[in-house]
């Protein structure tokens, strides 16, 4: 056993061993990389807001077709800020007057890469675009795909943004919440309540009315995206064949069809409730009834009270009848303002009668109550399976005349414009790099030279682990006791398989023996010849024995002969044993004096 714990700890140290050196090689490769950093940050002279890796940022430039493109480096041309009010508000309060500026974000900015950030509080913003050219919802994918990032985080407010239908009094001045629009997208948040928008306005074929469908909740949590302040991308995947794709950083977050997954469907049910139908009076919707046929026992009492007085209680010694167990405080003052006029007569506060602290109780005692065993109650019928149940009622369905069939609701009315009609409580909402076009490979190719260099900066400039572990530990305290178990494990293991063991008792005596006298090679040559001899002299004594017994004991013969071959039998054992024995004592003494001459000769 002493030699497989040997073994483990000498894998242990390999391990150890093998490990250190791993790391020694990777702290000598990042104590380089950081030599580096360090002389091109001091030949750049950046400060900390700026990147902390050289990236040439140029402006991306749309690969294939696109209908409309926006990187806000040249500023706001070609955006119209609105200058209408919302209706039905003050006009103090309905006026678009929240401010917007172009700038580059104030953590892990791209030198030269700018954005459109809302910088207003508690204030409407609204800004429009046209776009380069319509879009047709025809035989082409729509792909609507922009950055957005909340670089205070949020705590209530919209980022989503609006493509505007087409119509010829389009005027982008007077944009504001009841422009119509086609789609809406993007990231909303108020409170806990976490959204991502997806929003169609579907024409009703038969009315002409349009109604809004949402898109169902993605399942995945969105909160990370609302507050750890990076920038993240946002990309609609809208399909011919009625398909939608939503995605968060090119990771599709959810997807469905428009006939299938908007709130309200698209189309109708073809039957609906007929609203002039009335439940009969004599409808019984009751499953259960009392049984008519069942008769109260004659020994159920209902006068039987639940509780009564316990007869069997005793008053506790030393109950105080004659204190009552509230007493006026003998500290308390009439109030200088007092006036019996208007305040009626003045009466202490009452407090805890002190002298009842002590006693098991004051005032006057009565028995406590206790259950009835008697009690039963009211006498009620037991419920029986109603013949006469009919269900629930609910009202015939007759054929829907608001019915239609949309078999493509992909089929939506033209976008124009694109427009941002946001109201926010938390400021510097940052939007950037705007792009429609109808293939996946242009948006992808897009956001790599746009939101693929502001990742790779933010991944750059992200603290180390052991900074995020305590950032972590910060928000959420019990993850020291984590760390804490984590780093207790496999020292306990360590000094648990590694330890040296407690020795015996009898080993440490035996050693000790050992230890308490030097035994030279002749003085053990000198024992052995002695037990040698003695174990001779043994033998011949035995043999002188045997000899007289046989001449005095004739008649028996037999049994001294058995017990002669018995004897010398035990006796061989006896010696082979401790022949053995000495031979093992004979090499414990040697190696002992093997690792005392070691000890010396290192000494020396």
Not at 276 to 290: F, G
Not at 461 to 472: R, Y
Not at 510 to 530: C, P, R, V
Request: glycine share 6%.
């Amino acid at each position: 056993m002493h030699f497989q714990w040997d073994w483990l700890c000498l894998g242990v140290l390999i391990i150890s061993s093998v490990t250190a050196g791993i790391e020694n090689e990777e702290n000598l490769d990042a104590d380089v990389e950081v030599e580096n950093f360090d002389k091109q940050s001091q030949e750049a002279d950046v400060d900390r807001e700026k990147s902390s890796i050289e990236v040439v940022y140029q402006t991306p430039k749309p690969t294939g077709e696109v209908y409309f493109t926006e990187t806000f480096d040249e500023g706001l041309s070609g955006w119209v800020l609105s200058v209408t009010l919302k209706e039905d508000m003050d006009d103090n309060v309905a006026k678009y007057d929240g401010r917007w500026e172009v700038e580059e974000l104030k953590e892990n900015a791209v030198p030269g890469d700018k954005g459109l950030v809302l910088k207003s509080v508690a204030k409407y913003h609204a800004i429009s675009a046209m776009l380069t050219k319509a879009f047709f919802f025809d035989d082409k994918p729509l792909i609507v795909q922009y950055e957005v990032n909340f670089q205070k985080g949020i705590d209530c407010g919209g980022a989503y943004i609006k493509l505007l239908s087409s119509s010829n009094d389009l005027n982008l001045e007077y944009f504001f919440d009841k422009t119509p629009y086609t789609i809406m997208f993007g990231p909303d948040k108020c409170g806990e309540d976490y959204k991502l928008h997806f929003i169609f306005r579907h024409k009703n074929p038969k009315t002409g009315e349009y109604d809004e469908k949402h898109a169902e909740r993605p399942d995945v949590d969105l909160k990370k995206f609302y507050l750890d302040k990076k920038t993240h991308l946002y990309t609609l995947v809208l399909k011919p064949d009625d398909t939608f794709e939503i995605l968060i950083d090119q990771t599709v977050v959810s997807k469905g069809n428009l006939l299938e997954n908007m709130i309200p469907p698209v189309n109708p049910s073809k039957e609906i409730e007929d609203p002039t139908d009335k439940k009969p009076d004599d409808w019984d919707e009751r499953p259960k009834i009392p049984d008519p046929n069942a008769v109260k026992p004659d020994d159920w009492d209902e006068d039987e009270p639940a509780k009564i007085e316990d007869p069997d209680a005793v008053k506790p010694e030393g109950w105080l009848d004659d204190e009552p167990q509230y007493v006026p405080d003998p500290n308390a003052r009439k109030p200088k303002d007092w006036d019996e006029e208007m305040d009626g007569e003045w009466e202490a506060p009452q407090i805890p009668n002190p002298k009842c602290e002590t006693a098991p109780g004051c005032g006057e005692w009565v028995h406590p109550m206790k259950n009835n065993p008697k009690y039963k109650g009211k006498w009620r019928a037991p419920m029986i399976d109603n013949p006469n149940y009919q269900g629930i009622w609910s009202p015939r369905k007759i054929p829907n005349p608001d019915y239609f069939e949309d078999l493509h609701p992909f089929k939506m009315t033209t976008v124009s414009a694109i427009g941002l009609e946001l109201w926010s409580m938390t400021s510097d909402i940052y939007f950037d790099n705007f792009i429609i076009c109808s293939e996946k490979e242009v948006a992808d190719r897009w956001a790599a030279d746009s939101w693929g260099l502001k990742k790779l900066v933010a991944s750059a400039n992200e603290p180390g682990m052991f900074s995020q572990l305590v950032t972590a530990a910060e928000e959420h305290p019990w993850l020291w006791v984590l760390y804490i178990l984590t780093l207790a494990l496999p020292v306990g293991l360590s000094v648990l398989f590694c330890w040296p063991g407690k020795k015996s008792d009898e080993y440490i005596d035996f050693k000790k023996t050992d230890a308490s006298k030097q035994i030279t090679k002749e003085e053990l040559k000198e024992e052995t010849e002695e037990f040698e001899d003695d174990e001779l002299e043994e033998e011949k004594e035995n043999e002188d024995t045997g000899e007289d017994e046989d001449e005095g004991e004739g008649g028996e013969d037999i049994y001294d002969d058995e017990e002669e071959n018995e004897v010398p039998d035990e006796e061989e054992n006896e010696i082979a044993d401790g022949s053995q024995e000495g031979d093992r004592l004979n090499k414990s003494d040697s190696e002992d004096e093997k690792e005392t001459n070691c000890d010396f000769e290192a000494l020396g």
